[in-house]
């Protein structure tokens, strides 16, 4: 289809824009080069349709409230490819923001809904050649911007230890499924959290991988330089076995080094950890305002345990991690507003993998139905650009220069210890909000829970988190942080933990 030509009316706002002041004989010249350079649009749209995927025919259903009672699936799928591989008869369930072709994808939002993909994910792609089922689409939050589980527009998730709470999220229906026991491995995002935070809420097994090591592509992206993808298991050995199907270069996607070489992650758990060195993060534990010490007390417990292993444990203080959640906030903040907003979720100006029909869609559907968006993302949408109108993006450029310096931090930890660790959240799962509840509730129960774990995104580094254990008959996490694309030792180390304590705890109802 010809892409529709200005009027003058319209080029003059462009031009108003850029603060340009055009008079009508400027517009009128102008006009007609512009007629002319969009000659090259009408073709690229001729090009593109030739190649252009469609949508396979792949079955999918609602599922009914009754048989939905934790508010978890968004559809059910029963798609397999028939090969013989490592995830053979197992049932996976997809966060909502990464595609299965032919499958609608909502992201939790307004904004997406009716939208189907006409490509699989690479992640998705990964499972199904190695043998897995794919049962469904999880329910997510709002395009992703909450750490709490009260967003979607399809309605809250509820926490399989008590349905009353949160699960967590942004990856909440995933983490409810895994620790419900209706799926047995699922696939999460995690750009402040988002894998770790629903783990530590339900008592699941949450491993964000080195930024980088997992391939976005096919995933509804947030900001380019903290989206991640990741295994949400009920066990560490499922978590290994996931990341070694996942992991490794797709050459679609740019936010992957070229040379990114996978480990064996199953074979490196029984490698043995007598003899590793464990930094407890002072930092992580006693965060004013916000940490639970009956919280801290567990994870504490948690990581002397390692002891008994022949692990080394000791206290180590890495002062930036304090500052890592103010860095975080700006660079996702701006980033978001700029990229997931105003660039219809993939921005430009990077070599990789796009889906227009995903830009189009949800870039229409955005600005008619922006009042039905989350309180989270209208915050983010108001305060970055204020900040971007007004301060023309500096502060993202400190932010992300500030960067370094957290990941140094971290990184000269690491030098002296195999591994960091440290409580995945500050307390434990919190009460759903309701509409009863006021706007400033609704937005601290969403992103008040991220002090540890969102600084990891900004640095890259692998974390997973995994049960310590319960305060209060609700789940703890502990989260373990390793040097950047070593995953296989954090692995390790949370594998030797749950041998330790012979295995998680499940909710009642699994």
């Known amino acids: 289809m010809p892409v529709q030509r200005p009027t003058p009316e319209q080029l003059r706002r462009s031009a108003e824009h850029y603060g340009l002041h055009l008079d009508a004989d400027a517009v009128e010249s102008f006009s007609a080069l512009v007629?002319?350079?969009?000659?090259?649009?009408?073709?690229?749209?001729?090009?593109?349709?030739?190649?252009?995927?469609?949508?396979?025919?792949?079955?999918?259903?609602?599922?009914?409230?009754?048989?939905?009672?934790?508010?978890?699936?968004?559809?059910?799928?029963?798609?397999?490819?028939?090969?013989?591989?490592?995830?053979?008869?197992?049932?996976?369930?997809?966060?909502?923001?990464?595609?299965?072709?032919?499958?609608?994808?909502?992201?939790?939002?307004?904004?997406?809904?009716?939208?189907?993909?006409?490509?699989?994910?690479?992640?998705?792609?990964?499972?199904?050649?190695?043998?897995?089922?794919?049962?469904?689409?999880?329910?997510?939050?709002?395009?992703?911007?909450?750490?709490?589980?009260?967003?979607?527009?399809?309605?809250?998730?509820?926490?399989?230890?008590?349905?009353?709470?949160?699960?967590?999220?942004?990856?909440?229906?995933?983490?409810?499924?895994?620790?419900?026991?209706?799926?047995?491995?699922?696939?999460?995002?995690?750009?402040?959290?988002?894998?770790?935070?629903?783990?530590?809420?339900?008592?699941?097994?949450?491993?964000?991988?080195?930024?980088?090591?997992?391939?976005?592509?096919?995933?509804?992206?947030?900001?380019?330089?903290?989206?991640?993808?990741?295994?949400?298991?009920?066990?560490?050995?499922?978590?290994?076995?996931?990341?070694?199907?996942?992991?490794?270069?797709?050459?679609?996607?740019p936010r992957q080094p070229a040379d990114v070489r996978p480990q064996d992650y199953v074979a490196a758990l029984d490698s043995g950890v007598a003899g590793l060195r464990v930094g407890v993060v002072d930092e992580g534990f006693g965060i004013p305002g916000l940490s639970d010490p009956a919280v801290d007390e567990v994870v504490r417990a948690a990581v002397a345990r390692l002891g008994e292993a022949g692990m080394e444990v000791s206290t180590v203080s890495v002062p930036w991690h304090r500052h890592g959640l103010h860095i975080w906030n700006v660079v996702a903040t701006e980033g978001a507003a700029y990229q997931m907003l105003d660039g219809n979720g993939y921005g430009l100006n990077w070599d990789g993998s796009y889906d227009p029909e995903l830009m189009a869609h949800y870039g229409r559907n955005r600005v008619e139905r922006a009042d039905q968006l989350s309180e989270t993302v209208k915050l983010v949408a108001m305060c970055g650009h204020y900040s971007l109108t007004n301060y023309q993006g500096r502060h993202y450029a400190m932010a992300r220069n500030l960067a370094n310096s957290l990941r140094e931090d971290y990184d000269s930890a690491l030098r002296s210890f195999d591994v960091l660790a440290m409580p995945t959240l500050p307390y434990t799962a919190t009460p759903l909000v309701t509409e009863q509840d006021s706007r400033e509730t609704y937005v601290e129960r969403a992103l008040t829970m991220i002090a540890n774990t969102a600084p990891l995104d900004v640095s890259g580094h692998p974390a997973i988190s995994v049960p310590a254990g319960l305060s209060e008959g609700l789940p703890v996490g502990l989260m373990l942080v390793g040097k950047r694309f070593d995953d296989a030792t954090p692995l390790r180390v949370a594998h030797a933990f749950e041998q330790l304590v012979g295995g998680f705890p499940k909710p009642s109802r699994a």
């Not at 990464?98 to 690479?122: C, H, K, Q, W, Y």
């Not at 709002?142 to 399809?154: E, N, P, Q, R, V």
């Not at 947030?222 to 949400?232: A, K, Q």
């Open 35 to 253: 007629d002319a350079s969009l000659l090259s649009y009408d073709a690229v749209e001729e090009l593109y349709a030739v190649q252009s995927p469609r949508p396979p025919r792949r079955d999918h259903e609602k599922v009914a409230d009754a048989e939905n009672p934790l508010g978890a699936w968004y559809v059910k799928t029963d798609i397999a490819s028939g090969i013989d591989g490592p995830l053979s008869g197992r049932r996976v369930a997809i966060k909502d923001n990464i595609a299965v072709a032919g499958v609608p994808m909502m992201n939790g939002s307004r904004s997406l809904e009716g939208f189907v993909p006409s490509r699989d994910a690479t992640v998705v792609t990964r499972l199904l050649e190695a043998g897995a089922t794919i049962a469904g689409k999880a329910v997510c939050e709002d395009l992703c911007f909450s750490g709490a589980s009260h967003t979607s527009a399809t309605g809250p998730v509820r926490n399989p230890w008590d349905p009353a709470r949160t699960s967590g999220g942004s990856s909440s229906g995933s983490a409810a499924l895994v620790a419900a026991g209706e799926v047995d491995l699922a696939i999460g995002g995690d750009q402040g959290g988002s894998v770790r935070i629903p783990s530590s809420f339900c008592g699941t097994v949450g491993h964000k991988p080195t930024h980088g090591l997992v391939p976005y592509t096919g995933a509804f992206p947030i900001e380019l330089t903290i989206d991640h993808l990741g295994p949400i298991t009920s066990t560490v050995a499922d978590a290994a076995l996931m990341l070694s199907v996942l992991a490794g270069t797709d050459g679609h996607d």
